[in-house]
Nanobody, 114 residues
């Protein structure tokens, strides 16, 4: 069983920055962040493998940076130059290295005002 604890998020003006953090229990492979905007489906934001390979949605490339610390099973998402369209609930996910199953955090709200 993998448990995820998220922190960060909040309200920021357009052009501002926020940082999200997520810590997972257990043995973990891939980690990352997804988001769900108002009236939209959940979409990938960024992922990072245990080896450090990253993948970003085109909409956040150059603005967001994902990183992880394997020693403490923590993934960070640094979000810069935020836009109103970045508004949504951001969900951390982690893939169990034991079962391969994906686990999700409870979600944290990010609101970017124009």
């Amino acid at each position: 069983q993998v448990q995820l604890v998220e922190s960060g998020g909040g309200l920021v003006q357009a052009g501002g920055s926020l940082r999200l953090s997520c810590t997972a229990s257990g043995r973990i492979n891939g980690m990352g962040w997804y988001r769900q905007g108002p009236g939209k489906q959940r979409e990938l934001v960024a992922t990072v493998t245990r080896g450090g390979t990253t993948n970003y949605a085109d909409s956040v490339k150059g603005r967001f940076t994902i990183s992880r610390d394997n020693a403490v099973n923590t993934v960070l998402l640094q979000m810069n130059s935020l836009k109103p369209e970045d508004t949504g609930v951001y969900y951390c996910y982690a893939e169990s290295a034991i079962s391969g199953r994906a686990y999700w955090g409870q979600g944290t709200q990010v609101t970017v005002s124009s």
